[in-house]
């Protein structure tokens, strides 16, 4: 069974940043599609930036610019660092483990709550 767990969220004010980690276990992340997904109240869970197998990375519009995210294969951990911080990305961030060939992972959340 494939764990994922989430650190890093926290209260930060707008202008700073936040370093988001998912470590999970076993041996189906290296092979996987991974990505982080944030969830505002009373909105629906949204992706915010997908990492291919081979690196390839890609934005929401509104995170283009100051979220990076990447994977360390080795170390079965992906990583969301988001600078310039904005009260609108206040959410719940989920990391998440696309196989493909059945159903998704997901981590428990880590809040991110920006301050104006």
């Known amino acids: 069974q494939v764990q994922l767990v989430e650190s890093g969220g926290g209260l930060v004010q707008a202008g700073g940043s936040l370093r988001l980690s998912c470590a999970a276990s076993g041996t189906i992340f290296s092979v996987s599609a991974v990505g982080w997904y944030r969830q505002a109240p009373g909105k629906q869970r949204d992706l915010v930036a997908p990492?291919?197998?081979?690196?390839?990375?890609n934005y929401v519009d509104s995170v283009k610019g100051r979220f990076t995210i990447s994977r360390d294969n080795a170390k079965n951990t992906m990583y969301l660092q988001m600078n310039s911080l904005k009260p609108e990305d206040t959410a719940v961030y989920y990391c998440n483990i696309a196989p493909g060939w059945r159903a998704d992972y997901w981590g428990q959340g880590t809040q991110v709550t920006v301050s104006s």
């Open positions: 990492i291919t197998t081979g690196g390839s990375t």
